[in-house]
Nanobody, 122 residues
Framework: QVQLVESGGGLVQAGESLSLSCAAS??????YAWFRRAPGKERDFVAA????????IYADSVKRRFTISRNNAKNTVYLQMNSLKPEDTAVYYC?????????????????WGEGTQVTVSS
């Protein structure tokens, strides 16, 4: 049974950092990604990484502030978020693809976690 479980969400002040984790089980995934859904907005792409770690992509809004990484031995993907802004407030979702490559598209990913809330106060 494939499961993705996010953790690490919480409430922080603008300028602070937060690290999210996504523990995957039940399969070996070729690509991982993070998406987020802000209040009143659609779900959009944040970052993605290959299992090999040789390639990663980021949304322009988080580039240079967020870092995606993975630990293959633990089947876990991380999102290190620095210099957080109020506009980063959202529910963050972990996604994984068994066979696909990294992309910024929702349809590229086979499995999803239920999300973890990140709130950044001003």
């Amino acid at each position: 049974q494939v499961q993705l479980v996010e953790s690490g969400g919480g409430l922080v002040q603008a300028g602070e950092s937060l690290s999210l984790s996504c523990a995957a089980s039940g399969g070996t995934f070729n690509a991982y990604a993070w998406f987020r859904r802000a209040p009143g907005k659609e779900r959009d792409f944040v970052a993605a990484i290959l299992r090999s770690g040789s390639s990663s992509i980021y949304a322009d809004s988080v580039k240079r502030r967020f870092t995606i990484s993975r630990n293959n031995a633990k089947n876990t993907v991380y999102l290190q978020m620095n210099s957080l802004k109020p506009e980063d407030t959202a529910v963050y979702y972990c996604a994984a693809s068994l066979f696909g490559s990294i992309s910024a598209y929702i349809w590229s990913y086979d499995y999803w976690g239920e999300g973890t809330q990140v709130t950044v106060s001003s």
